[in-house]
């Protein structure tokens, strides 16, 4: 082969492995795009589920003014009644240390005591349980646990939202 043939051989291999990469390139965007729709659908979820709500310190106060950093840290303000007094999870904490099969088969089994909706999370479909993990999980760790619960009638310390017995 004379060195112009061996140059258009090079040149073909150059663009065929630049063909290769860049069908590559393309898949990885894809599979990136498609996680972040995921993402955004599970940070959509845990908006409008309410989960903020508790487990976010100052959200419901505040209007949900809280920057997305601080979501999901769990909270020291508790919640009194006759199951004791329990307080809203540092989620961020929870899921780092889950599989995501776990946390499906804990939505679907665990019952929280109250206020927790578990029964909200039980009635998810998997595909927005699993939204809602991938999406608490993108946050990373942050913040430290959420105060032990407390069994009736033991020594609470901090505020607390205390429930009224129900009606007779
Ligand atoms: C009305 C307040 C409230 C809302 C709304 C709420 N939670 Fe909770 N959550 C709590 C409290 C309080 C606990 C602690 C319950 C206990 O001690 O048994 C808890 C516990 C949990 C746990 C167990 C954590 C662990 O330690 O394993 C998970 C998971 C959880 N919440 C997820 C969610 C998700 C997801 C949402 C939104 C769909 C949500 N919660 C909405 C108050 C709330």
């Known amino acids: 082969m004379n060195v112009k043939g061996t140059a258009s051989v090079l040149l073909a291999g150059v663009v065929a492995a630049l063909a290769i990469t860049g069908v590559a390139a393309a898949d990885s965007a894809r599979r990136e795009s498609s996680e972040q729709k995921t993402i955004d659908r599970g940070r959509y979820l ?14 419901a106060q505040s209007g949900g003014g809280v920057p997305e950093a601080q979501w999901l840290t769990g ?8 199951w004791g007094t329990t307080y809203p999870a540092n989620l961020r904490r929870v899921v780092a240390g ?14 929280y005591r109250p206020p927790m909706p578990w ?36 020594k609470v310390s901090g505020p607390v939202v205390t429930f009224p017995a129900p009606p007779k």
Do not use: K
């Open 98 to 111: 889950m599989s995501e099969e776990e946390w499906i088969r804990r939505a679907r089994s665990a019952q």
């Open 75 to 82: 909270d020291t303000l508790g919640w009194s009644g006759p």
């Open 119 to 154: 029964f909200n999370l039980r009635d998810m479909t998997d595909a927005d349980l699993r939204a809602a993990y991938r999406y608490v999980r993108s946050l990373g760790p942050a913040g430290g646990p959420a105060p032990a619960y407390v069994p009736p009638g033991g």
């Open 46 to 59: 845990i908006r409008i589920a309410g989960c903020n709500d508790c487990h976010t310190p100052g959200y």
